[in-house]
Every structure is written in C-alpha cells, then in structure tokens.
C-alpha cells in the first residue's frame, strides 16, 4: 500500500471539493462528526456502566473525545517518524494525525443502547425471528440474515457516516476517503466473511452491510487497500491507519474502565493502583494526595508510556502493516502487553460481572426487545401496503408521528429491517426506557 493513496483527501460523492488553505479537509472532517446529531447522542450511550448516576463515569461521548486525543497523539507521532523517513511530505504528520483523530471521534458512532449488551440484545431479536420467520422475515435473502442476527455497531457506524447522515443516500457526511478507510476497522461485509477461510484481524467481525457494498468497494478501490476474493465476494486489508485508531480505543478503554470501576466503587484502591502502576511505569505513592488523585495520576501515566509502546510496535512492524499480514494489535504486539491482559483480565472477572451492570443489562434487553415488538410492525404494515406510506392504518400514522420514525427509503424487506434498526440503534439509554414505556403500554 501507498501513502499517495492512503491519505487520499477526496470526499465521498462530492467530486467538485477544494481544499481550503486555512481549512484542511481532516479539519473538516472533524468538525462534520462533532456537529453531527449521531456523535451527540452518544452522550446518553453507555460506555460499560449503564444508566450510572455518577458524572464521572464514562459515557460514549466522552470515550470518543478522549480516544480522538489519544489518536491524535499517536498519529503525531507515527506521522514524525513516517516524515524522517520520506515516506510521506514534509508536514504530512498532521494530516495523518486529523485523519486518526477523525476516524477514532467517529469511531462508536454506531453503537446502540446499551453498549455490546445492546448489540446482543438487537441481534438475538432478530434471531428469534429468523427460526421460524413471517412477514417480512420469509422475504428476506438468507444470505442477509447476518446482518441483522449479529448486529455490528461498526458496520452501523459506517452506514451512517457514509449514507444515512447529513447527505442522505449520497455519500452521507462525505468525509475523505482517507478517513473513511481509517475508520473501517473489520473491511468485510457479513456475507463476505462466512466464506473467509482466513483467521485474519481485520474479519474478525464485519464492518459494512450490502447496501454500503458498492460505497466501501469504491473508497477501497481509490485508497489501494489490498483486495481479497471469496467465492461470495471481496473483502480487503485494513488500512494502516486503523491499527493506531483501534490501538487509541484499547488505550483508552482498558485503562479508563478500571478508573471508572473505583470511581463506582465496583474496584478497591489497591487493586486499582497495583494494575496500573505497572503500565505507568510507576509505583509511587504521591505526598499529599488523596486516592481519587493517585487513580488520575497512574491513569495519565499509563495512556502516556502506551501511547509511546503503540507507536515503536508500529515501527517495528511497518513493513507487514504496509504489506497487508500484519495480524494482531498494537497493544498485543507493544512492550506492554502483558500489563494490558492483566487489566482485560480484572475487567472481565471484576467490572463486566458485577450485578449491577448485569441487572441492568438484563432489563436494557427486556427493553429493547418491547420496543422491537411495537415498533416492527408499522413496517409489516407498510409491506402490506405496497411501501406507499399513504396508506397506512390510523394507529400506525399515530406511531409512525411520535416516534419519529424515517421511513425514506424504505421499498423492501430488506431495508425495512434496516430501517428499523436505524431507529433503534440511535437512541440513546434513557430515550430507549421512555419508548419502550410508550410502545407497551405500561
């Protein structure tokens, strides 16, 4: 891969764009995501504690500004060492640091309710369906069945950034395809990947729908992203870029998630402390301040040495990133390593089972699944109805008005669903309880 087509800095579906002098396009692009309804909605999403009542514990928005600034950091500083060594133009570093800083902003653009749980919560619904399908389920093509059974926020990301927000149907925010391809962290499509025989990072999970296909094969192509056949389509190689964007997320996540669990109380300060003190390269008890002071210091620390562990693996492994086979993480291939499993580990045994969070996951399910149930079928009836919103019944005329529902677009089973999942994907946590309420009765 090249970085003459990698930092390609055209916008998606807008051919006539000029670059303004005292207003790069990654300056833009910034500006378009922070101004953009789905990115301040992320301010009522969880992050890993849902429905908290303490200020201080992460929300999705705040996850995402600081992942920007962690990006931001490290694609300085890859884009320093990328300059020395002529491998882009003199002061290319900061169009490399606004593009990771644009895709990470944007990064969990798509999450529903809920964080992951909600993710499950959507996908089990439709799995239920597809069993024994009716309506507009027995329409659906089975190889599209993925889509909605194992719903992704990554691909939802996509879809909105790319097509549903700002220009809708017509390139979306039409950010630069450079940002466009640092964001796309899994290049494959659900039906793609079931016929990947590969154990690759990049298909792990998928990160486009078919209806954005066409969209991310284009971007792909102008990029030179490394394509790959299957006997179902295309998939291709990350972008280089996406390596700092996921390494910017795993910094911030795993160690901003132990502070938030002693801020809850869910972790004691000893425990906190002994688990970042190794990654801040520290084990100093600071005179004078207290254990909330102590947590910030490490936690600072810790996002400081990682930062700098990312970018010299990024440098060690620049020929096989370049190359398409490099297959793993920053962090997993960084010098600290094994401080960052020893905090995956106390999350996953510590944070992620405590009973509060796992009440509340229960219920957000419970909710979503209520508003699924009413909401669905106004869709059914507008299958009914030859797609023509005109017809509709009263009560779904009612419906279709207080939730806001867009139905732009819809002409099919196949993007009813998605157009249902639109919908519930945006809302936010406390939005979602109230719908839920509304659509059920209770």
Known sequence: MEWSKLLNSSRLNEGDYQEQPHRPSYVRDLDRIIFSTPF?????KTQVHPLHDHDHVHHRLIHSVETGSVGRSLGMQVGHWLEQNAYIPSEGKHVVSGVVQSACLAHDIGNPP???????AIGSWFQERFVRPTGLFTEMDKSLRGEFEEFEGNAQGFRIIANTEMYRGSGGMRLTKSVLGAFSKYPVSAHVKSSVDEKYCGVKKFGFFMSEAPTFSSVASELGLIEQSTKNGSWWRRHPLVFLVEAADDICYNILDIEDAFTAGDLGYETVHRALAPIAGSNTYLDGKNEEE????LRAKGIGTAIDACVEAFVTNY?????????GSLIESSSKSQEFQKLKDIARMQIFKARRKTELEVSGRNVLHRILDGVYPVYEALGKANWDTEK???YNVQLVRALGLDLRGVSDA????HSLTDYVSGMTDRYTVRIARMVSGT
Do not use: K, P
């Open 414 to 417: 196949y993007s009813a669903l």
């Open 114 to 120: 809920f964080g992951h749980s909600g993710e499950a």
């Open 40 to 44: 301040r909605r992320l301010a009522n």
């Open 392 to 394: 509709l019944g009263s």
């Open 294 to 297: 102590q947590v910030a210091y």
């Open 319 to 327: 020929q096989s990133i370049m190359g398409g086979t490099f297959n």
